[in-house]
């Protein structure tokens, strides 16, 4: 099992996510529901918390791991929402970013 590709997804997706949130802060679509600020786009917890379900699905991790990392991902995207720390659009870009930056590695680097 070849780590690599996985710790460079997981990098990819906060330089990304960090990247987002500089780039549309300010913005209408980065304004958090709770009014707390201008960075919610993209929701970081959820990118990474589905990030980390996607690399442990395709590093073929036990069903029962990929299982539970799914799990705490819905219950982060669900509360990040629920809490109002960010909208729907928010989380859900979040969430895009966590599920296609480790799929567009795992295929380019044939890590699969």
Not at 26 to 42: E, L, T
Not at 67 to 95: D, F, M, Y
Not at 102 to 109: G, S
Request: charged share 10%.
């Amino acid at each position: 099992m070849n780590l690599g590709w996985g710790l460079v997804s997981f990098l990819l997706i906060v330089a990304l996510m960090t990247i987002g949130k500089g780039f549309f802060a300010g913005s209408n679509i980065a304004r958090r529901p709770d009014g707390s600020g201008d960075d919610g786009f993209p929701s970081g917890h959820a990118a990474l918390a589905t990030g980390l379900a996607v690399i442990a699905l395709l590093m073929g991790l036990s069903w029962q791991i990929v299982l539970l990392l799914a799990i705490v991902a819905v219950v982060v995207s669900w509360q990040r929402i629920a809490t109002r720390a960010h909208s729907e659009t928010q989380v859900v870009a979040g969430n895009v970013l966590g599920v296609g930056v480790p799929v567009i590695i795992a295929f380019a680097t044939r890590s699969f």
